[in-house]
């Protein structure tokens, strides 16, 4: 028999992909694929967007009108021509510039000093282990119980004696660090900062202020500015404490802004232009870092 008699089996050169395996190399190569929000998706967040605008749309359009025709029915559905009119009476009449320059100092103060205060306080209840720990925390949290109206007395005569009845130092000292920004900083610094991280910076040799501030901080970071945002937006926007602690005479935007309401007939459209001017500063600072911060938190969601 010669070499020639021999048939070999053919085989081919490279197997055949089996059915399974290409379904799930294709769906690999969707899942690459950009998703796209259908039309329904659009026409809901278009219906949201719209009922989260309008009380602002309607203050803007009470700011641009007079008293008498608010007072009319049906009320005023788009612009009139006394916005800016009634924003130059709203702010000559209480020194809605000197609230402004108070709110900026109070509120600014406030964040800084919540987000530092609150960011080494959560990383200590996050990574150190010290004695009571546990009934620090639950005694931090415990605190968030109980009514900021209970403690509006105490705190007066405590400021009081301070000397301190219409200072600004008595709206800022008492919210310098807040018990909600140590536990959001202590809930995400669990996770978002490796133990071993902090471990390797002390075997090089970095000491607690240089582990905090090259390790710690920039791990939170994303934390920090979401906290920072809240904070602004709550210190600027708050109500109750200051109206006590203040006058007429050294105001911040709120306190001002009650004495717009004051009168037989109160007007209306002047309040309305007093609150647009008052929500103007917190609509920049959204505009202006919002971005940021949103692209921060997504920085520290893939992080995590």
Known sequence: ???????????????????????????IIGAGKQLHAGPVTY??????SLISLAPLLWTAIAASRDNARLAQTPPPLWFGANLFKNMQVAWDEVGL?????????????????????????????AKLRFRFSSALLLLTIGTMMIPPQLAVVPLYLWMADLGWSNQLQAVILPT?????????????LVQALPSE????ARVDG???LRVVWHVV????????????????????????????????????VQVALNALGTGYVPDQAVIMAGALLGTLPLLIAFLLFGKQIVGGIMNGAVKG
């Open 206 to 208: 970095a000491n607690s």
């Open 197 to 200: 991280l902090i471990e390797a």
């Open 176 to 188: 310098l660090v807040t018990a909600f920004g140590t536990f959001f900083m202590r809930q995400y």
């Open 1 to 27: 028999m010669t070499t020639s008699d021999l048939t070999l089996p053919q085989v081919d050169a490279e197997p055949k992909p089996k059915d399974d395996k290409g379904s799930g190399r294709r769906r």
């Open 97 to 125: 510039g000197t609230a402004m320059l108070n709110s900026t100092l109070v509120a600014g103060t406030i964040t800084v000093s919540t987000v530092l205060f609150s960011t080494l306080a959560g990383f200590a209840f």
């Open 43 to 48: 026409v809901v967040l278009a219906v949201f």
């Open 217 to 252: 901080f920039p791990a939170a970071r994303p934390a920090m500015a979401v906290l920072g945002l809240l904070t602004f937006v709550f210190a600027w926007n708050d109500f109750l404490w200051p109206i006590i602690a203040l006058n007429q005479q050294n105001p911040t």
